[in-house]
């Protein structure tokens, strides 16, 4: 059995996806979660970071779907 290990592209991918389906700005998703800038988002969304554990929590109950279903490992 293989460790799993997270895959920062696909799951920023992901995030984005679920952002354009339900109509996000990455402008929306900074206000929602107290940020001063996007920075942080737009790593998240090319894959250059992953969101904290509570981001990820954060988002998920935005998108209104499990953590587990946001992101992508191998």
């Known amino acids: 059995m ?5 895959d920062p592209v696909a799951t920023g ?5 679920l952002r354009r389906d ?7 998703i900074r206000d ?3 940020f001063s800038t996007t920075n942080a988002i737009y790593k998240w969304l090319h894959g250059t970071s992953l969101p904290s554990v509570d981001n990820f929590l954060a988002l998920s109950v935005l998108f209104n779907i499990s953590i587990n279903d ?5």
């Open 32 to 34: 929602y979660l107290g």
């Open 13 to 17: 991918n992901r995030i984005n996806a």
């Open 70 to 74: 946001m992101i992508i490992y191998h």
């Open 2 to 6: 293989s460790y799993p290990v997270i």
């Open 22 to 28: 339900r109509g996000f700005s990455v402008a929306y």
